[in-house]
């Protein structure tokens, strides 16, 4: 399973992102996908997550309101926009997959993911 994250970047405060996670290859619509993040020296921090279908979302508390997570079944990919960002948003972000037979699973642990992408740098400066 190969995950492949882009969208990164260098932004000021205040400024939004979108980060795009594509999945080629895959049954896209059998897994529940979720982003993280890692900032130097601090664990790995739950983001988001989106259903099979995106009927289902969850959030982090530091990124509800400003964060919305959404899913092309077609295309294979899973997004993440980044409104109002802050310099504390500044962190590698990582999107997981994990396949499921639950319609409605929206896990917010990184050990509930078997399948990670290789990370996309988001810097925000103040």
């Known amino acids: 399973v190969q995950l492949q994250a882009s969208g990164g970047g260098l932004v000021q405060d205040g400024y939004s992102l979108r980060l795009s996670c594509a999945a080629p290859?895959?049954?896209?619509?059998?897994?529940?996908m979720g982003w993280f993040r890692q900032a130097p020296g601090k664990e790995r921090e739950f983001v988001a997550s989106i259903s099979r279908s995106g009927g289902r979302t969850d959030y982090g508390n530091s990124v509800k309101g400003r964060f919305t997570i959404s899913r092309d079944n077609a295309k294979n990919t899973v997004y993440l926009q980044m409104n109002s960002l802050k310099p504390e948003d500044t962190a590698v972000y990582y999107c997981?997959?994990?396949?499921?037979?639950?319609?409605?699973?929206?896990?917010?642990?990184?050990?509930?993911?078997?399948?990670w992408g290789q990370g996309t740098q988001v810097t925000v400066s103040s």
């Open positions: 997981a997959a994990d396949p499921t037979f639950s319609l409605t699973a929206v896990p917010d642990t990184a050990d509930s993911y078997d399948y």
């Open positions: 290859g895959l049954t896209f619509s059998l897994y529940v």
